[in-house]
Nanobody, 124 residues
Framework: QVRLVESGGGLVQAGGSLRLSCLAT????????MGWFRQAPGKEREFVAS????????YYSDSLKGRFTVSRDYAKNTLYLQMNTLKSEDTAVYYC?????????????????WGPGTQVTVSS
């Protein structure tokens, strides 16, 4: 079992920045990738970014690449999401996820474990 806990969400003005963190504990050796997804009210869960845990290769949503940067601290079992130039449409609950061996880096089905989520609200 892997436990994920997100932090760093909050209220920010449009154009501002936030950095989310996700700490993974437990049997993290069973996972080979971690990612961020988000879900706005009334919308489906959406892929944001992910990283292959061993190599550090990152994957991004085409619409968010350039504003968001995903990174990981291998030694600390922590995943980060740096979000810049935030817009009101970025308002959502952001979820951290971890998954085992599969190539589904952008698909929620590729992830076995999920954090409770952290709210990000961008005011215009």
């Amino acid at each position: 079992q892997v436990r994920l806990v997100e932090s760093g969400g909050g209220l920010v003005q449009a154009g501002g920045s936030l950095r989310l963190s996700c700490l993974a504990t437990g049997q993290t050796f069973t996972t080979d990738k971690m990612g961020w997804f988000r879900q706005a009210p009334g919308k489906e869960r959406e892929f944001v970014a992910s990283v292959a845990w061993g190599s550090g290769v990152a994957y991004y949503s085409d619409s968010l690449k350039g504003r968001f940067t995903v990174s990981r601290d291998y030694a600390k079992n922590t995943l980060y999401l740096q979000m810049n130039t935030l817009k009101s449409e970025d308002t959502a609950v952001y979820y951290c996820a971890a998954g085992g061996s599969s190539n589904l880096y952008r698909d929620p089905q590729g992830y076995n474990f999920w954090g409770p989520g952290t709210q990000v609200t961008v005011s215009s």
